[in-house]
């Protein structure tokens, strides 16, 4: 079956720091992934996302990797920040459904 | 564009009753997606449409759920009877034809049913 995990529900950084958050996707038919970014009270909003075809992809302080070898994801933070604080998901779109299935969620909490 | 919009965005309810939670997508956007966030389960898709057709409800948990898309710019999702492990927030969601950051998801409704 199709699944999308989180290697870690929490991670905590010092502000200022870099953050690296990682996920793992087990449908190999996907060919889109999204990094959703959820702060307490608001629905999950869209940060970046990366085709199949890509293996890097790069936003404003924010930088995607796709390893499709090894089926995994991650979404690297540059200078985090305290507004970064929130729960992060990825997830994935398998062409053949068209359905988005979200990962476990990992929570950023950034210390200043 | 005022994005995607749900309502209401709290409810609480007695077990037995009937529950109807509304989304308006994004205008443009073909396909509607409805999902639930509880802490053990995540975030689960329940059922998304296309130009307002059910294309999948396999993540519809129950009988007790039911879905409708009478048009591109309204959909229910609906709960009849309501019981207490229904209680979780509910999204609502929008794309077209699921491109790029199309996805984009609605504040959702906290739904309490006691």
């Known amino acids: 079956g199709e699944s999308v995990g989180l290697h870690l529900p929490t991670l905590s950084v010092q502000e200022g720091d870099n953050s690296i958050i990682n996920c793992a996707y087990s449908?190999?038919?996907?060919?889109?992934f999204i990094w959703y970014k959820q702060e307490s009270g608001k629905g999950p909003q869209f940060i970046i996302d990366?085709?199949?075809?890509?293996d890097k992809r790069q936003g404003q302080r924010v930088t995607v990797l796709l390893n499709k070898t090894v089926k995994h994801l991650s979404l690297q933070i540059a200078a985090t920040q305290p507004g970064d604080s929130a729960v992060y998901f990825c997830?994935?779109?398998?062409?053949?459904?068209?359905?988005?299935?979200f990962g476990q969620g990992t929570t950023l909490q950034v210390k200043p | 564009d005022a994005g995607v919009i749900q309502s209401p965005r709290h409810e609480v309810t007695e077990m037995g009753q009937e529950v109807t939670l509304r989304c308006k997508p994004i205008?443009?956007?073909?396909?509607l997606f409805w999902y639930r966030q509880t802490m053990m389960r995540g975030l689960e898709l329940l059922i998304y449409?296309?130009?307002?057709?059910?294309?999948?409800d396999s993540g519809m948990p129950e009988d007790r759920f039911s879905a409708k898309m009478p048009n591109a710019s309204f959909s229910t999702l609906k709960i009849q009877p309501s019981e207490p492990r229904d209680s979780a927030v509910y999204f609502c969601?929008?794309?077209?034809?699921?491109?790029?950051?199309?996805?984009?998801f609605g504040s959702g409704t906290r739904l309490t049913v006691v």
């Open positions: 997830a994935e779109v398998s062409s053949n459904t068209g359905k988005l299935i």
């Open positions: 449409f296309n130009n307002n057709v059910p294309i999948d």
């Open positions: 990366i085709r199949s075809n890509m």
């Open positions: 449908n190999s038919a996907s060919d889109y």
């Open positions: 969601a929008s794309s077209f034809s699921g491109q790029g950051n199309g996805y984009t």
């Open positions: 205008s443009g956007h073909n396909s």
